[in-house]
């Protein structure tokens, strides 16, 4: 199993930025795809943006243009930079490890909170 933890969660006014960082244990990290999930107050988890091994991204309809996942293999390091925050971008988000394409590891989750 393999311990993810997140960080750079916080409070911030719409229109402001926030970096989450999620940083993994073991060696292989350079080989696993890896996500990023919220889960909204009283609200199923949900994909935000997933990253394969090879650095290609996918984001959710609702933050493209906003948000930017990236990886640095050599840190065992999975970043989300998030722009143009929304007063609904308020969740718990997750740093995840996928195996065959489905989240397996999850981390204990940052908040996010954005203000009107």
């Known amino acids: 199993q393999v311990q993810l933890v997140e960080s750079g969660g916080g409070l911030v006014q719409a229109g402001g930025s926030l970096r989450l960082s999620c940083v993994a244990s073991?060696?292989?990290?350079?080989?696993?795809?890896m996500g990023w999930y919220l889960q909204a107050r009283g609200k199923a988890r949900e994909l935000v943006a997933a990253?394969?091994?090879?650095?290609?991204?996918n984001y959710a309809d609702f933050v493209k243009g906003r948000f930017t996942a990236s990886r640095d293999n050599a840190k065992n390091t999975l970043y989300l930079q998030m722009n143009s925050l929304k007063p609904e971008d308020t969740a718990v988000y997750y740093c995840?490890?996928?195996?065959?394409?489905?989240?397996?590891?999850w981390g204990q989750g940052t908040q996010v909170t954005v203000s009107s």
């Open positions: 990253i394969t091994s090879g650095g290609n991204t």
């Open positions: 073991g060696s292989m990290f350079s080989f696993n795809a």
């Open positions: 995840v490890r996928a195996v065959y394409g489905l989240p397996w590891d």
